[in-house]
């Protein structure tokens, strides 16, 4: 059976033309005018793209004593609705556990998938195992990225000394470093400080986390990278003092990308001080929403080229969970939705605004993310012999988003009320037809793990600099006698 989407527009990252793609086996098997298949999709008037990947998703994550409550099935669905086609989800070691056990607990849950998915390994812990495991995971399990928390002391938060060690390991092994940068340290002082002083409310969540945290060991992150030669991601750059950092990183040919979310873009700190503490509690997310001078700098970044990804950091918790913390901001459970509001928020106030060219919206939604991950051209491209993972937009196709009518599981969402113009006409996941014009057919169990090798272009070129600027004895022809 094959699939043709005809009339429409292709948009990629550099290109904009008119043209038919035929689908056949799950894969792109011809681009061009005039294609006739078995089943014809009309993409008139809609631009043809490349699925959505979000790099950044937790789903049915163990955290502060809860699970996240969209799992792989909720969570993909959403995510298809949205137009996005691959998820990126963070495998989490328990203290003390191998990593290889830890990615099967990941295997089981994800089985539900409805679109394909990968997982980026989390470095909880370190230890002589953890430095053995890293090889099996790269090279077996396909798996090249690893995170690390500077973040939530005493739970997943991993010490300088781990981490240069551990950015060594990736850097030997061609793997990237990725990490959630906020001083964990500094956080848990002054969250204890607010307590004190009665400030219990959600809004003390953001005062207890402030751009300064985040700068300080994005920095920090950096400077460590670079002396251990890995490249570095940065996940939910949130503000200026950590863009600024990766900004001068970059400049300096450091090999850094940070990756804001949606959230941050539209979203900010204003929503903590609403009088409804629901309200507040269930936008409480680490690094929390900032003020309007954060967000006009993560935009720019987008728009310069110093900020490569937009993510959400999809990590759904109910109002009822989120009421664990009533009375102890620090007890919320930290986590907020978007996954199937990121490509029609970032459509409406980047590419409708004039912000973003539609080719850099692909580009920030999809590909970079794709060439970053090492699976770039399968995933991230429309090109003969990719994924057939294609969104087929509709520009002129309008909602208000609300709870009532999501995919996610949970009871509220947190772009509730906002109008968005910009939405998928057809999702389709390996050429499977997920989204048909607002009707959901996807189908559980459909998505595939994408593997993804390591030693990517990014660190062949590292590890080429890196041996020829690695210290070496010079050769020197007068040597004094010693002792004398
Ligand atoms: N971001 C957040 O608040 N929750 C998810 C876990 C993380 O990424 O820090
Ligand atoms: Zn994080």
Redo the contacts with the bound molecule.
């Keep these: 059976m094959t699939t043709v989407i005809k009339n429409g527009t292709i948009v990629t990252h550099d290109l904009t033309y008119k043209a038919d793609v035929l689908i056949e086996g799950g894969k792109i098997a011809q681009i061009g005018p005039n294609l006739t298949g078995d089943t014809a999709l009309d993409a008139t008037g809609a631009y043809v793209m490349p699925g959505g990947i979000d790099p950044?998703v937790?789903l049915e994550?163990p955290?502060m004593g809860t699970y996240?409550t969209d799992d792989f099935e909720s969570g993909t669905r959403a995510a298809l609705a949205g137009g996005t086609t691959m998820v990126v989800d963070?495998c989490l070691p328990n203290q003390g556990e191998s990593l290889l056990d830890a990615i099967k607990r990941w295997d089981n849950k994800s089985t539900r998938a409805n679109c394909d998915y990968s997982f980026h390994m989390a470095v909880t812990w370190w230890g002589e195992q953890v430095f053995n495991d890293m090889k099996t995971v790269i090279e077996e399990r396909g798996i090249n990225t690893f995170k690390h928390?500077l973040?939530?002391k005493g739970a997943?938060m991993v010490n300088d000394d781990e981490l240069y060690s551990s950015f060594n390991r990736l850097s030997e092994l061609g793997g990237i470093a990725m990490v959630?940068a906020e001083n964990g340290d500094v956080v848990a002082e002054l969250a204890a400080k607010l307590k004190a002083a009665g400030n219990t409310g959600p809004e003390a969540h953001a005062y207890s986390r402030p751009p300064q945290v985040e700068g300080e060991a994005t920095n920090r992150a950096i400077m460590i990278a670079d002396m251990a030669g890995v490249p570095l991601y940065v996940?939910?750059t949130s503000c200026e003092e950590s863009h600024e950092a990766i900004r001068r990183a970059r400049q300096q040919g450091k090999r850094v990308w940070g990756e804001p979310l949606i959230q941050h873009l539209t979203l900010d700190d204003s929503e903590y001080f609403n009088p409804d503490w629901d309200h507040a509690a269930r936008r409480?997310?680490?690094?929390p929403f900032r003020n309007k001078q954060h967000q006009d700098s993560l935009w720019a970044g987008l728009q310069s080229g110093s900020l490569s990804v937009v993510a959400t950091?999809h990590?759904a918790f109910t109002t009822e969970q989120k009421r664990y913390g009533v009375g102890d901001f620090t007890k919320i459970?930290?986590?907020?939705g978007g996954l199937e509001d990121r490509m029609p928020m970032l459509w409406t106030h980047g590419v409708e605004t004039g912000r973003l060219t539609m080719n850099e919206f692909v580009a920030v939604t999809s590909t970079n993310i794709a060439k970053i991950l090492n699976c770039y051209p399968r995933k991230g491209a429309i090109a003969v012999g990719a994924d057939a993972d294609i969104v087929v937009w509709d520009p002129a196709k309008t909602k208000t988003i609300s709870a009532s009518a999501q995919q996610s599981a949970i009871d509220y969402n947190v772009f509730e009320g906002k109008e968005v113009k910009g939405l998928p006409r057809f999702t389709l996941t390996r050429g499977q037809v997920a989204i048909h014009d607002g009707e959901v057919r996807t189908q559980e169990g459909h998505g595939q793990f994408v593997k993804r090798a390591g030693n990517g272009v990014t660190n062949r070129a590292l590890s080429t600099w890196k041996d020829l600027t690695a210290p070496r004895p010079v050769q020197r022809t007068g040597i004094p006698a010693t002792g004398v």
Aim: aromatic letters at 18%; proline letters at 9%; hydrophobic letters at 40%.
């Design positions: 950044h937790h994550m955290f996240s963070f928390f973040a939530y997943l959630h996940v939910h409480v997310m680490s690094p950091d990590c459970p930290n986590g907020t």
